[in-house]
């Protein structure tokens, strides 16, 4: 367990605002910003792409964490596949208007996902569905819930949290929860 966490047999909801409710055929989700070419998918698109079923911890700034997690989505490496880009950072946006802001590097090599499927069930409203990202290696805000795409930038824009004093890294492990940690 990272530092100053405890477990919680539950799961905790933490929404900033109220749930949006996309229908699916009026949901898709993009990759623009910095890349060569941007692209889109539909509901039905996105959900015939590779998808991984994976099993992760994860870790909220309140301090809860939740150990086992079984999820399933596409990782966003399989999203980046041929994509060209020299954007080193990355905000997620969702519905709702939630953002969050990860580098780049955080989001590849296996560890981030935009998940549909919780415990092999459909995700939630309340826990982001139709889906979110999830990005277990870091604090959980950090994973956007009723993302509707992602944002390549050359330069880090701080997303809803962070503008307001949380860690812009976020690492559970170095207990970075706030500006400055
Ligand atoms: N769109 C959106 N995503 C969000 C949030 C939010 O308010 N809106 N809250 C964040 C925070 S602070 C946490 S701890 C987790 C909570 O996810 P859960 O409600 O599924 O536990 O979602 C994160 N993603
Ligand atoms: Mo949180």
Redesign the pocket.
Known sequence: MPPGQYLTPD???????PTPQTPLDQWSFSLDGGIDEARRWTWDEFVDLPAETFTVDIH???RWSKLDTVWTGVSVDTLLDGVETSSDYVTAW?D?G?T?NVPLAGLTGGRAWVVYEYGGEPLER???GPA?LLVPHLY??K????VRGLTLTAEDEPGF?ERYGYSNDADPWREQRYWGD
Do not use: M, N
């Not at 994973?143 to 009723?146: D, E, Q, R, T, Y």
């Open positions: 799961f905790p909801v933490l929404s900033a605002g909220c700034v309140t969702c709702g939630y969050a309340e826990h982001g979110r959980f805000w994973s956007a819930k009723w949290w």
